[in-house]
C-alpha cells in the first residue's frame, strides 16, 4: 500500500497565526490531495495537486493555500487560522487513472484556539 | 457538484451477523465507487471498489453495484468486533479529474 506521511500529528494554533500543514508520498504518485473531515460532513476536499508545482481549488478552499513544491511534497497552509479550522486534516495521494485508489496518510488534528 | 449519500446512518450488528450499507450517487455519469472503511482515530483505509455493473466478493465482504440507479452497497458476513467502524463511500466521474467525492458514512457497531 502507499505510504503517505503527514507532520505534525496534533497541531494547538492561535487565532490570527499561520499553520503549515505538510505531506509526504514515497510512491511517485502525480496526485496529492489535502481534505478535512467534520462530523456532518464527512470528508471535504480543500486542495489537490496534478504534479510538483501545480495546485487546484477542491470544494472549500477559503481560507486555505497550497503548495506543491515536488513529486513527493505537498503543503496546506493557514495563512490566518480560525477557530473554524478546528479539524482533523487528511492528506492522499492517488494515480492518474480514472480507476486508481487514492491513499491516505494518518491525518493531523488542528486545534485553533 | 456530486451528491453521495449514504444510509443508514448507523448500523448495530450482533457478532456472526450480516451488515448491509447502502450508497447513492446524484451524478448520472458516475464511473466508479469505493468503499473505505476507518477505524475511530485512524485514516480512511481503502476496502473494495467497484466500476463495473455487478457484484464483486472478497473474503467476507460483498458489493453489488447497479449504475442505472447509481446505486452500491456494501455486505459484511460473519461480522466481527474488528469490523466496527465508520464506512465511506466515495464515487468519482472521469469528467471530474480523478477527484472523488465522500458520503458521511455509515457507522457500523458490531456487538460481542
Known amino acids: 500500500e502507499a505510504a503517505v506521511t503527514q507532520s505534525p500529528r496534533n497541531k494547538v494554533a492561535v487565532t490570527g497565526g499561520k499553520v503549515t500543514l505538510s505531506c509526504n508520498q514515497t510512491?511517485?504518485?502525480?496526485?496529492m490531495y489535502w481534505y478535512r473531515q467534520d462530523t456532518g460532513h464527512g470528508l471535504r476536499l480543500i486542495h489537490y495537486?496534478?504534479?510538483?508545482?501545480?495546485?487546484e481549488k477542491g470544494d472549500i478552499p477559503d481560507g486555505y493555500k497550497a503548495s506543491r513544491p515536488s513529486q513527493e511534497n505537498f503543503s496546506l497552509i493557514l495563512e490566518l487560522a480560525t477557530p473554524s479550522q478546528t479539524s482533523v486534516y487528511f492528506c492522499?495521494?492517488?494515480?492518474?487513472?480514472?480507476?486508481?485508489?487514492?491513499?491516505f496518510g494518518p491525518g493531523t488534528r488542528l486545534l485553533v484556539l | 457538484q456530486q451528491k453521495v449519500q449514504q444510509s443508514p446512518e448507523s448500523l448495530i450488528v450482533p457478532e456472526g451477523g450480516m451488515a448491509s450499507l447502502n450508497c447513492t450517487s446524484s451524478?448520472?455519469?458516475?464511473?466508479y465507487f469505493w468503499w473505505y472503511r476507518q477505524h475511530s482515530g485512524k485514516s480512511p483505509k481503502m476496502l473494495m471498489?467497484?466500476?463495473?455493473?455487478g457484484e464483486k466478493e472478497e473474503g467476507r465482504f460483498t458489493v453489488h453495484l447497479n449504475k442505472a440507479s447509481l446505486h452500491t452497497s456494501l455486505h459484511i458476513r460473519d461480522s466481527q468486533p474488528s469490523d466496527s467502524a465508520l464506512y465511506l463511500c466515495?464515487?468519482?466521474?472521469?469528467?471530474?479529474?480523478?477527484?472523488?467525492?465522500f458520503g458521511i458514512g455509515t457507522r457500523v457497531l458490531v456487538r460481542p
Open positions: 466515495a464515487a468519482m466521474t472521469n469528467s471530474a479529474g480523478n477527484k472523488l467525492t
Open positions: 451524478d448520472r455519469n458516475v464511473d
Open positions: 510512491n511517485n504518485h502525480n496526485n
Open positions: 492522499a495521494s492517488g494515480g492518474t487513472g480514472g480507476g486508481d485508489t487514492q491513499y
Open positions: 471498489s467497484i466500476f463495473s455493473n
Open positions: 495537486s496534478y504534479g510538483a508545482g501545480s495546485t
